[in-house]
T-cell receptor
Framework: GAVVSQHPSRVICKSGTSVKIECRSLDFQATTMFWYRQFPKKSLMLMAT?????????EQGVEKDKFLINHASLTLSTLTVTSAHPEDSSFYICSARDRNSNQPQHFGDGTRLSIL | GNSVTQMEGPVTLSEEAFLTINCTYTATGYPSLFWYVQYPGEGLQLLLKATKADDKGSNKGFEATYRKETTSFHLEKGSVQVSDSAVYFC????????????????FGQGTILTVHP
């Protein structure tokens, strides 16, 4: 079945570091990918919609310069948390929609980001 | 805008008990409705879905019926197992499905389910 791979699964780094998270669709092409953030024991908050070959669409209140999204191919989207600070620590989850299928989004397993 | 409200947890049950997790929504048009499950440290897995009124989604003994008149999509299971312990999210997609692809999801706050032997 369709699989979305997210990497890394966990990252711990110092404050001020930039961190890149990858989201890959392994066996399908995704013109649209979504990035979510999940706080402990909370729901998922959509951060942005990543569109292949064009700029991402950010949700209200999400800083574009803080969370850089690149969707350069039909199978890869990246989220870069720039100059990360402890308040950026969270669980980030991506999802992807198969352009050739009438099925809902497939989710990655998430990335646990911890900023010290 | 669209919103989803789930019953607050956590929910703690004994094995083989009956489960209900309430979910109501607010949306314009004809949303598609979903239940997702998240096991500890993992991403979300689609549990079941319904794309139009009166549709019943079902999977692994879970089921939910799309009730447009009450704007609800309650999740039920007749006999839960320890392996069902997870966080359950109700969600909606605001685009009209009708055979086309799905849009961005709006999630409820999630309900933690713990099942004891």
């Amino acid at each position: 079945g369709a699989v979305v791979s997210q990497h890394p699964s966990r990252v711990i780094c110092k404050s001020g570091t930039s961190v890149k998270i990858e989201c890959r669709s392994l066996d399908f092409q995704a013109t649209t990918m979504f990035w979510y953030r999940q706080f402990p024991k909370k729901s998922l908050m959509l951060m942005a919609t990543s569109n292949e070959g064009s700029k991402a669409t950010y949700e209200q209140g999400v800083e574009k310069d803080k969370f850089l999204i690149n969707h350069a191919s039909l199978t890869l989207s990246t989220l870069t948390v720039t100059s990360a600070h402890p308040e950026d620590s969270s669980f980030y989850i991506c999802s992807a929609r198969d352009r050739n299928s009438n099925q809902p989004q497939h989710f990655g397993d998430g990335t646990r980001l911890s900023i010290l | 805008g669209n919103s989803v409200t789930q019953m607050e947890g956590p929910v703690t049950l004994s094995e083989e008990a009956f489960l209900t997790i309430n979910c109501t929504y607010t949306a314009t048009g004809y949303p598609s409705l979903f239940w997702y499950v998240q096991y500890p440290g993992e991403g979300l897995q689609l549990l079941l879905k319904a794309t139009k009124a009166d549709d019943k989604g079902s999977n692994k003994g879970f089921e939910a019926t799309y009730r447009k008149e009450t704007t609800s999509f309650h999740l039920e299971k007749g006999s839960v197992q320890v392996s069902d312990s997870a966080v359950y999210f109700c969600a909606l997609s605001g685009e009209h499905a009708g055979g086309t692809s799905y849009g961005k999801l709006t999630f409820g706050q999630g309900t933690i389910l713990t099942v004891h032997p």
